[in-house]
T-cell receptor, first 115, second 110 residues
Framework: SAVISQKPSRDICQRGTSLTIQCQVD?????MFWYRQQPGQSLTLIAT?????????ESGFVIDKFPISRPNLTFSTLTVSNMSPEDSSIYLC????????????FGPGTRLTVL | DAKTTQPPSMDCAEGRAANLPCNHS???????VYWYRQIHSQGPQYIIH???NNETNEMASLIITEDRKSSTLILPHATLRDTAVYYC???????????FGTGTRLTIIP
């Protein structure tokens, strides 16, 4: 399985600002994903980060609010823009494509609190 | 992907086998059953998956009924570190997205 790190591990931000979360993998992976986990809730897929092209967003998520970059096969960023308290969540990246059955492996998450 | 139904919570005594059920009555022939768990404040961890045969690895066993409409994850000797939320997910091979339900919160009791 891949080793995944995220930065920052947690942050407290002011309303109206933006935060960029980084996801770094120790090997090249074909697929990278970004999830959100709101307090006390399950995980919800935000988007699939595509290398060399625009991310594919799930229903309810838009590029203006959650711009995503994936410049290569080991790195991706998710920006949470113009934040409000409702954006307080854990944001997790995951990867797939390192094993035969494409299991997903998750990073440790970034805990975001918006005041 | 087919939806799954799991009990919201379960308790299990330390050292005993923990059996976590999952219903997936609308599963189709090319869909796999995956199990993940999320220990508090960590990212989800892959446990095991299967198509129609029972599977076992170093973490757990997965028993899938013959009609594939339900399955059971078995942790043979539960420890306190197995306390977590366990997610049963049905996913078609080639569809890499995971749709997480509410899962089962398993508490291991000393």
């Amino acid at each position: 399985s891949a080793v995944i790190s995220q930065k920052p591990s947690r942050d407290i931000c002011q309303r109206g600002t933006s935060l960029t979360i980084q996801c770094q993998v120790d090997s090249q992976v074909t697929m990278m994903f970004w999830y959100r986990q709101q307090p006390g809730q399950s995980l919800t897929l935000i988007a699939t980060a595509n290398q060399g092209s625009e991310a594919t967003y799930e229903s309810g998520f838009v590029i203006d609010k959650f711009p995503i970059s994936r410049p290569n096969l080991t790195f991706s960023t998710l920006t949470v823009s113009n934040m409000s308290p409702e954006d307080s969540s854990i944001y997790l990246c995951s990867v797939a494509g390192t094993t035969r059955y494409n299991e997903q492996f998750f990073g440790p998450g970034t805990r975001l609190t918006v005041l | 992907d087919a939806k799954t139904t799991q009990p919201p919570s379960m308790d299990c005594a330390e050292g005993r086998a923990a059996n976590l059920p999952c219903n997936h009555s609308t599963i189709s022939g090319n869909e796999y059953v995956y199990w993940y768990r999320q220990i508090h404040s960590q990212g989800p961890q892959y446990i095991i998956h299967g198509l129609k045969n029972n599977e076992t690895n170093e973490m757990a066993s997965l028993i899938i009924t013959e009609d594939r409409k339900s399955s059971t994850l078995i942790l043979p000797h539960a420890t306190l570190r197995d306390t977590a939320v366990y997610y049963c997910i049905v996913r078609g091979f080639g569809n890499e997205k995971l749709t997480f339900g509410t899962g089962t919160r398993l508490t291991i009791i000393p």
